[in-house]
């Protein structure tokens, strides 16, 4: 009998499918589960958030960026209103805003072309409808004088339709009062109201009741709106006129934060924030801030854990907006802008009325009331 092979016998060894479709010579199988989670790890490595939210290659969006930085260096002067601040305003929008802000301000510029007036328009829609808003006021209700004198043609209605923001529900002042214990959300101080209903001398100073985002963009319908949130995409309206959007302050820490002069920056804490204030920032309320680190804690009082604190969200939009108009110088320019609006609304001794002698200067009426709409 011939040898018996030592093979022989034995049970062959399984061949895996890729080694029988290389033999076969056909392409290897691919690991398509493990292919996809490498592709969908390196697309969300890759990606920024767009104008719409959803994601964005990198390098698209770094080259649009670029590409609009150098289009507003660019821009030729043509006496146009303003445009001292176009480059510093619009670099600013480039640096600070979100990154779906980022990409529809980004795209605006580009899109303009060679076109230096159409770049200026972007500019002046940004200055007009989102910088000069977030500075507007928003009162507390109050019982005022019909505004309509029959005597003469009225000017405050006209300017009132104008400029004036929407008062805010006294809920929402209320709520938030509550919410923060009467007190001012940095100092303590309990408001003056507070103090006499509670049987002590009321102090000099007086808490008030500090929008966030101003309460009027819940009113304002067309351009104002389109702007902001084409700049702040994440930003809900509908939630504008809640607790999570106000928070009490001093009434002239109020106007600071009004002002841009002061912005809450968030920390790796939850609901702990550096206040950041800026070289204007009056020296003597420096030292009603914290001492050492300047950093405050939003909570609940007592009896309000049902009252939302102040959105993240809101406090980081309006620090963005800080560093904007910091950034490009224009705290000024819009404060005198403010100015000429109260000027204007009390105009002259005529408590807004046109003058019956037809001393009035209408074009100076028109062209702080038309401000905001009129392209040159």
Not at 152 to 163: A, M, S
Not at 198 to 215: F, K, M, R, S, T
Request: contains cysteine.
């Amino acid at each position: 009998m011939p040898p018996t092979s030592p093979n022989r016998g034995r049970q062959r060894d399984p061949v895996s499918p890729r080694r029988s479709r290389r033999l076969a010579g056909q392409t290897p199988e691919v690991d398509t589960r493990g292919a996809r989670a490498q592709q969908r790890s390196a697309s969300k490595a890759n990606c920024r958030q767009s104008v719409n939210g959803m994601p964005e290659p990198t390098e698209t969006f770094t080259n649009l960026i670029d590409a609009a930085r150098a289009r507003v260096e660019s821009y030729v002067n043509g006496e146009r209103p303003h445009e001292e601040y176009l480059r510093p305003c619009l670099k600013a929008f480039l640096e600070w805003l979100p990154p779906g802000g980022q990409t529809s301000v980004a795209r605006d510029i580009v899109n303009a072309g060679n076109d230096d007036q159409k770049l200026w328009q972007v500019f002046h829609d940004l200055l007009t409808c989102l910088l000069y808003r977030m500075m507007a006021e928003s009162p507390i209700p109050s019982e005022r004088e019909s505004p309509f004198d029959f005597r003469e043609p009225n000017l405050e209605v006209f300017v009132g339709t104008l400029i004036q923001p929407e008062v805010r529900d006294s809920d929402f002042r209320d709520e938030c009062a509550r919410r923060d214990d009467y007190r001012c959300c940095i100092t303590g101080h309990l408001g003056t109201t507070k103090w006499k209903h509670n049987g002590y001398l009321p102090v000099d100073e007086d808490v008030e009741c500090a929008d966030i985002i101003p309460c009027s963009y819940t009113s304002w319908a067309g351009s104002e709106w389109e702007v902001f949130y084409k700049c702040f995409p994440r930003v809900c309206r509908s939630r504008l006129k809640t607790p999570s959007n106000g928070m009490m302050l001093l009434d002239f820490l109020h106007k600071s934060f009004r002002m841009f002069d002061m912005a809450f920056v968030k920390t790796e804490e939850q609901n702990v924030y550096d206040i950041k204030i800026c070289t204007r920032f009056n020296a003597v309320l420096k030292m009603l801030l914290p001492p050492d680190d300047r950093k405050v804690k939003f909570q609940c009082s007592e009896g309000a854990d049902n009252i939302p604190l102040p959105d993240p969200m809101f406090l980081d939009c309006h620090y963005r907006v800080a560093e904007i108009i910091n950034a490009a110088d224009l705290v000024w320019p819009i404060r005198n802008k403010i100015r000429d609006w109260r000027d204007l609304e009390k105009y002259g001794d005529t408590n807004g009325c046109l003058r019956s002698d037809g001393s009035t200067d209408i074009t100076d009426i028109l062209n702080t009331a038309l401000w905001p709409a009129v392209a040159e």
